[in-house]
């Protein structure tokens, strides 16, 4: 949750209360762990692969990458683990929260934290996250929310982790009647948010690298009750 901005969510009315569905809240005391446990899901994610293509580099890009992406949510959006193990979290951000504006991310996001994503080969991104940004202020519907960034640590998967994070978002999302927004460079996560009743609005290449973009959106009401088995 943002715990010093609480009344952005009854106004907004994004996701899910405290607890909900036994999902844990990330607040600042435990955004280390949130971005640990996604840099952890992150280390064999193409892009950040591109980027740094030694291991040990890729292990401080993945983690400056994800608390970036964790610190700029709690910010302006919300941030869910799946349990205090910490097997997997979600953030997600009103429509209107995207893109990363410079003076939304100093706001939010620790400057040190800035500092490692140049360290480690960040700038590597820089295209790749614009391509995507396009993507998204084309395709993406109106009062959409966006899912920023989704992952569960390897030693957790398959274990229905995916589905604990995105069921009870969804879920408020359809009672909201809100469209959601994901992308992803990931091919194999592509059938999984589909599972979720994302639908690809367009795959793109993504400039300067032999990666694949993938934009989805994910109408309301369109959550299958065979999300059950994720």
Known sequence: MVPDHPEAWAREGLTCRDGEAGLLPVERSSSAAAAAALAAAFADYPLLIHA???????????????AV?????????EVYASSSRF????AWLPGEHFPMTVGKAIRA???????A????????????????????RRLAP????FLL?????????????VGRLLRPVLEKLDRERKPCYVDTVNPSAVPV???????????????GSNLIGWALVRPPAALSASAELL
């Open 52 to 66: 740094a293509p030694d291991p040990e580099g890729r292990r401080g890009l993945a983690h400056a990458f994800c």
């Open 69 to 77: 992406a964790v610190h700029y949510a709690l910010r302006w959006g």
């Open 87 to 90: 097997e997997g979290v979600a």
């Open 109 to 115: 996001v620790p400057f040190r934290t800035f500092l």
């Open 117 to 136: 994503v140049g360290r480690y080969g960040g700038n590597r991104l820089r295209d790749a996250g614009a391509h995507l940004d396009s993507l998204h």
């Open 142 to 145: 109106p009062g959409h929310v």
């Open 149 to 161: 960034i989704l992952g569960v640590r390897p030693e957790f998967r398959g274990q229905g982790h």
């Open 193 to 207: 948010y589909e599972h979720f009743g994302f639908q690809i609005r367009e795959e793109s290449p993504i400039p």
